[in-house]
């Protein structure tokens, strides 16, 4: 875990200690301890702090006056209004996607759901790539520049919520709805795109917050 290479010691603790939250090596509530972190990442504590600041600002991370850091631990009402903004960005992405993908881009779609099928299943990292590479396609086939930056400024805060599905990326019910979501988009209709993704993301929202209830 150490950084070796100096001049990039500031940029590198971000990214290492980002991905370390992503990836689930830091779960919600963790503390983010500067002394213990700036050992194990090999630098002084400066960079950690300027790391910990920035993931702050980006939703990662939670300051707590007088009690440091922690990764931050969304409450339900948080996830559900994530979700709901996610449902209306993607639906009206795939709207548009069905008016103006072109059919590359679809073909695009499909391998990458082909891709997320042909798996290991037991490599959850690798499915959740995939499947995060599907929805950032399908947002990009939209060919609204204002409305990929809406979807990706929800990055870090789904990256929290993700590891509460990660096991769901091959499941019967996720490959039916990418392959209607697919489906509609070779058949130019709009009305039916946006439905299978709203469905879609319906689902996986109500998923996660029986999870988080179960964990409470």
């Known amino acids: ?26 779960l919600p509530g963790d503390r983010l301890a500067e002394p213990e972190l700036a050992t194990r990442l090999g630098v002084s504590r400066t960079p950690v702090r300027e790391a910990i600041q920035r993931l702050a600002q980006e939703g990662l991370v939670e300051l707590l006056p007088g009690r440091g850091a922690r ?11 994530v979700y709901e903004v996610r449902s209306a960005i993607e639906a009206e992405a795939a709207r548009l996607a069905a008016e103006r993908a072109t059919d590359a881009e679809i073909d695009a779609l499909a391998r990458l759901q082909d891709r997320i099928e042909a798996l290991d299943p037991d490599d959850l990292e690798a ?4 499947d995060l590479a599907f929805h950032a396609a399908l947002v990009e086939a939209a060919h609204n520049r204002r409305l990929g930056e809406f979807f990706h400024s929800l990055d870090a805060l789904l990256a929290l919520i993700k590891r509460y599905s990660r096991d769901q990326n091959q499941s019967p019910a996720t490959l039916a709805e990418h392959r209607s979501i697919v489906e509609a988009l070779r058949n130019r209709d709009p009305e039916a795109a946006a439905r299978a993704v709203r469905r879609h993301v319906e689902r996986f929202k109500n ?9 409470a």
Do not use: D, H, N
């Open 1 to 26: 875990m150490r950084i070796e290479r100096p001049s990039l010691v500031r940029e590198a603790a971000y990214e290492r200690l980002k991905r370390a939250i992503t990836e689930g090596e830091f």
């Open 127 to 130: 499915q959740t790539e995939a």
């Open 71 to 81: 990764v931050k631990r969304l409450s339900p009402l948080e996830v559900a209004e």
């Open 207 to 215: 998923l996660v917050l029986e999870r988080i209830e179960e964990e």
